[in-house]
């Protein structure tokens, strides 16, 4: 009876850790730690399809980079940029990486990570073109997303907006006449001149703040997590990654200010 008691009391004892270590398992798989990011996939050279069709860009190699050093995999979403941040507030997706500059109305809506871009913006015409300065768009047609800077500075500047889905766009409409020009990120126009140097276009330097981008978080995000990208982009800055793929993409760091 005694040998059968501790028969039984080793196979419950075997059973038990055999539990134990599936719970475990099973625990390890949950605690994969996945960021969900909102990108256009349009906007090159920051996100934006290979001639493979694979997902990359400046801002997609950053977003991999960050969350790389945070222990993190990364999801993205591709969205449109007019649907950003309505993606963002539903839930869609935890953060955007699409060179969302920081201002002062959405600082009131929405938390931000530290910059990982410093940028300014500038005017894209025809080489014809009567405008000379920013100053000279009032009442002019200018291609523009609604919801970016570049939008709110055509705007201010008394433009008539033309609303498009992207740079890509805006830049078709400069060529085929329909509109008079675009305000837009100075690396993109730089970036577009480098692959179509006999483009009929000019690019024409403002007087527009320098623009700071980063990554962007609902206001219930959680603080540790932004605390978590912050400490992964100092480390990148650091160790000299974010700037050795800056030049990779523009031949200059624009991580830093």
């Not at 060179?99 to 894209?124: C, H, M, W």
């Not at 690396?187 to 623009?211: F, P, R």
Request: charged letters at 30%; one cysteine or more; hydrophobic letters at 35%.
């Amino acid at each position: 009876m005694k040998k059968f008691l501790v028969m039984m009391m080793a196979v419950l004892i075997f059973l038990a850790a055999c539990g134990q270590s599936d719970q475990s398992s099973d625990s390890s798989k949950s605690e994969d730690k996945v960021l969900t990011v909102g990108t256009e996939g349009t906007y090159s050279p920051f996100t934006f399809h290979d001639k493979n069709d694979k997902l990359t860009g400046f801002d997609v190699e950053v977003t991999e980079a960050v969350a790389k050093k945070m222990g993190y995999k990364v999801k993205f979403v591709e969205t449109q940029w007019d649907s950003m941040f309505a993606g963002l507030n539903s839930g869609r997706f935890t953060t955007v990486a699409n060179q969302v500059g920081i201002n002062d109305e959405r600082k009131q809506k929405y938390q931000f990570s530290k910059p990982y871009t410093y940028t300014n913006a500038v005017l894209v015409t025809r080489k014809n073109s009567d405008i000379k300065s920013f100053d000279d768009v009032k009442g002019k047609k200018l291609a523009q997303t609604l919801t970016s800077n570049y939008g709110k500075l055509a705007k201010d500047k008394g433009a008539q907006i033309t609303q498009v889905e992207g740079f890509n766009q805006s830049m078709e409409l400069v060529l085929s006449n329909r509109v008079e020009g675009t305000f837009n990120e100075k690396l993109s126009v730089l970036d577009y001149t480098k692959q179509k140097k006999n483009a009929d276009i000019k690019v024409i330097e403002g007087d527009a703040e320098k623009s700071q981008s980063a990554f962007v978080f609902t206001k219930k995000t959680d603080k540790s997590l932004i605390d978590k990208v912050n400490k992964a982009i100092d480390e990148l800055q650091k160790d000299g990654e974010l700037k050795k793929i800056s030049e990779k993409w523009f031949g200059e760091d624009v991580t830093q200010p």
